[in-house]
């Protein structure tokens, strides 16, 4: 009987031999901390005082603006934009990724062939070995003696800790976050063509307004010298008026210069040499985007790409920790092959004296030296914290930029009423000034302040325009809009 148990425990030394590692190898596994964002489960109810249900994210950009010119721009930049496309390239790079994680957990199956000659030396054993099997089954081997082979195998590491499949998971998560980057970039570039378009349209007006300021100063400028002539100016009050008109003049170059830049970068956003940008010709001033509805806070998640690609990075750093927490466990791995083998082809597929095959198992575990595990197991780790923070970073910076844009397009409503009282007044003053200035009853500096304040407040009401459509665009990309 006892000569019975220590023949079994014999025969099951292996396994238990198989068992301590794996309990080493459990017993040395680490925890992995919870995948948890306080920062999103405190998000606040809404936006400031807004009760708005609706969400203007939620509208494509084909619908959110009207102008034809402008969604032709649009849409040549996304076909031709180079960062765009150097994007998609990255994101064609993670699918492969994808595909190559995915090949990882299954078999790996191929063909091997050969062909070669060898000759041993006399006095060593292989050499011995030939000598006294010089003639077998009436047969002389040749020398030197060949070796062919033909046949096929087939490794398959079994994936029994899933660190191969958290691996692909992982790639799979990587190649979404990348392709919500792209849809972020698209956001981004929507935003600047619209507001590059509409700071071109306003440049037009800004010159348009100048060269009317031109006309009214050549105006003035006439009456000036008429008065001069007569005795009742002198040549200082012509070279007053002269000097103004030059003035305007500069300032006209300096828009026409503008506008050749803004032109120019918006051909090389939407990807092409420079050329004239088509514009429509409606006054600006009559020119207005439709309103933008915020929703409530937590619809940011699901709309702002930025903040999907984080969340999206971050469940990915998550699986990698998983996975780097695997290689602790023992691997198991499984090695076939089959085949034909001889050393003359004449006899490769003689059965069974050809045929070769093989068939082994194997289990690995690292007991000694796990520095390498353990770096992997902690960088992981710091990635996954290091990416939480992060995604906190970008919910908050968007709930912030949000609050900050609808401040913005508030307030920029009510300065453009101001401006334009502002402009009406001063408008009226020219005419007056002018008036006065005929009858004697205002001197010639009264009338140039007027004009140069009126052409300053023209301007101005031009830029405050521009900035409020900008504002209105900056909070249509801030939500996730485009």
């Not at 033909?150 to 499949?165: C, H, N, Q, T």
């Not at 190649?175 to 570039?189: H, V």
């Not at 034909?340 to 690995?364: D, N, T």
């Amino acid at each position: 009987m006892i000569s019975i148990f220590i023949d079994k425990v014999k025969s099951y030394r292996g396994l238990v031999v198989i068992c301590g590692f794996m309990l080493l190898s459990v017993a040395a596994c680490k925890s992995i901390e919870p995948l948890e964002s306080e920062l999103v489960k405190e998000v606040p109810p809404a936006f400031q005082a807004s009760e708005d249900s609706m969400n203007t994210a939620q509208k494509d950009y084909k619908q959110y603006f009207k102008d034809p010119y402008l969604l032709a721009l649009i849409d040549s930049a996304m076909a031709n934009n180079q960062e765009l496309n150097i994007l998609l390239q990255e994101i064609d790079i993670d699918k492969a990724e994808v595909r190559a994680r995915k090949g990882e957990y299954l078999p790996s199956i191929g063909l091997e062939a050969g062909a070669g000659a060898e000759k041993a030396a006399r006095y060593t054993r292989d050499g011995v070995v030939e000598a006294n099997n010089e003639i077998r089954d009436g047969k002389d081997f040749p020398e030197p003696l060949g070796n062919y082979m033909l046949g096929a195998y087939a490794s398959w590491e079994i994936d029994v800790w899933k660190k191969l499949r958290n691996a692909k998971k992982s790639a799979v998560l990587e190649y979404l976050a990348t392709t919500e980057g792209r849809n972020y970039m698209r956001t981004l570039l929507i935003s600047e063509v619209a507001s590059s378009y509409y700071r071109l349209i306003a440049l037009d007006n800004q010159l348009k307004i100048v060269n009317q300021n031109i006309e009214i100063q050549m105006r003035a400028l006439k009456i000036v010298k008429l008065e001069k002539d007569a005795a009742q100016l002198t040549e200082l009050a012509v070279r007053r008026f002269e000097a103004e008109v030059a003035k305007s003049r500069s300032l006209q170059f300096k828009i026409q210069q503008d506008i050749v830049e803004v032109e120019n970068h918006l051909n090389c956003v939407v990807g092409r040499y420079p050329q004239k940008v088509e514009r429509t010709d409606v006054s600006f001033e009559d020119m207005d985007l439709d309103s933008v509805y915020v929703g409530v806070p937590s619809q940011l998640i699901q709309n702002r790409p930025d903040i999907r690609a984080s969340e999206l990075k971050m469940e990915a750093a998550h699986l990698n920790v998983k996975s780097a927490r695997a290689s602790f466990y023992p691997s198991l791995s499984f090695d076939a092959g089959l085949g034909f083998q001889a050393y003359q082809a004449a006899f490769w597929f003689q059965s069974p004296e050809s045929i070769i095959y093989g068939l082994a198992a194997k289990m690995m575990a690292p007991l000694v030296n796990r520095n390498a595990i353990n770096a992997a197991f902690n960088a992981a780790n710091a990635k996954q914290k290091a990416l939480l923070i992060e995604y906190e970073r970008t919910v908050l910076n968007a709930f912030i930029e949000v609050s900050t844009k609808m401040s913005k397009v508030q307030n920029l409503q009510s300065e453009y009423k101001m401006k334009e009282q502002q402009v009406s007044a001063l408008n009226r003053s020219i005419d007056i000034s002018i008036g006065l200035f005929k009858s004697a009853r205002a001197d010639y500096m009264e009338v140039l302040l007027t004009q140069r304040e009126a052409l300053e407040a023209k301007v101005e009401l031009i830029e405050t325009r521009q900035e409020q459509l900008e504002a209105q665009i900056e909070l249509y990309q801030a939500l996730g809009g485009g």
